[in-house]
T-cell receptor, first 117, second 112 residues
Framework: EPEVTQTPSHQVTQMGQEVILRCVPI?????FYWYRQILGQKVEFLVS????????KSEIFDDQFSVERPDGSNFTLKIRSTKLEDSAMYFC???????????????FGPGTRLTVL | SQKIEQNSEALNIQEGKTATLTCNYT??????LQWYRQDPGRGPVFLLL?????KEKRKERLKVTFDTTLKQSLFHITASQPADSATYLC???????????FGKGNQVVVIP
């Protein structure tokens, strides 16, 4: 069964450094997402991406964050200058279509645990 | 303010019994609601989706109900097994955008 994959599984970085988290969405999916989950907290939406541009972003997704689809398979999340509070699990997800009218669902990857020291 | 509430206390249940979880929401008008399973340190795994015009959905031992008047969804696991032990997340979806809004989840522990 096709699945979303993410690398690395764990990333440790120093505060102020840039990190890039990588995802390979399910191959025929068109919509891509990043969510994060701080330890013990709920999963929170960051951004959605379609047709090579951001379709929606949350208030968490500030100028320190960016997303890119550098080729036909990868989808990346870049955090330009990491802060301690960026420590969290970051989940990539993908769906075939936009969830208009509840016709579809989002499939999540296993996550990247980001630890900022 | 907008809230999605799931019971913060773990549900401990004997194997073979039915586990019932509740998801209540406030100040949202969801187009649909989804339930996910999450194991420690892993990503959410999709289980069921129910739309606003549907009352009930079933999949194998799982059943979900959705009451838009009560602003509540119930999630049932029948004939529970130890392998069902996990945290179950409720997520709301909306017309016109594609973000999901999650509850914090409710842990289920099935005791053999």
């Amino acid at each position: 069964e096709p699945e979303v994959t993410q690398t690395p599984s764990h990333q440790v970085t120093q505060m102020g450094q840039e990190v890039i988290l990588r995802c390979v969405p399910i191959s025929n999916h068109l919509y891509f997402y990043w969510y994060r989950q701080i330890l013990g907290q709920k999963v929170e939406f960051l951004v959605s991406f379609y047709n090579n541009e951001i379709s929606e972003k949350s208030e968490i997704f500030d100028d320190q964050f960016s997303v890119e689809r550098p080729d036909g398979s990868n989808f990346t999340l870049k955090i330009r200058s990491t802060k301690l509070e960026d420590s969290a699990m970051y989940f990539c997800a993908s769906s075939v279509t936009q969830l208009a009218g509840g016709q579809d669902t989002q499939y999540f990857g296993p996550g990247t645990r980001l630890t900022v020291l | 303010s907008q809230k999605i509430e799931q019971n913060s206390e773990a549900l401990n249940i004997q194997e073979g019994k039915t586990a019932t979880l509740t998801c209540n929401y406030t100040n949202y008008s969801p187009a649909y609601l989804q339930w996910y399973r999450q194991d420690p340190g892993r990503g959410p795994v999709f289980l069921l989706l129910i739309r606003e015009n549907e009352k009930e959905k079933r999949k194998e031992r799982l059943k979900v109900t959705f009451d838009t008047t009560l602003k509540q969804s119930l999630f049932h696991i029948t004939a529970s097994q130890p392998a069902d032990s996990a945290t179950y997340l409720c997520a709301l979806g909306f017309y016109g955008n594609n973000r999901l809004a999650f509850g914090k989840g409710n842990q289920v522990v099935v005791i053999p």
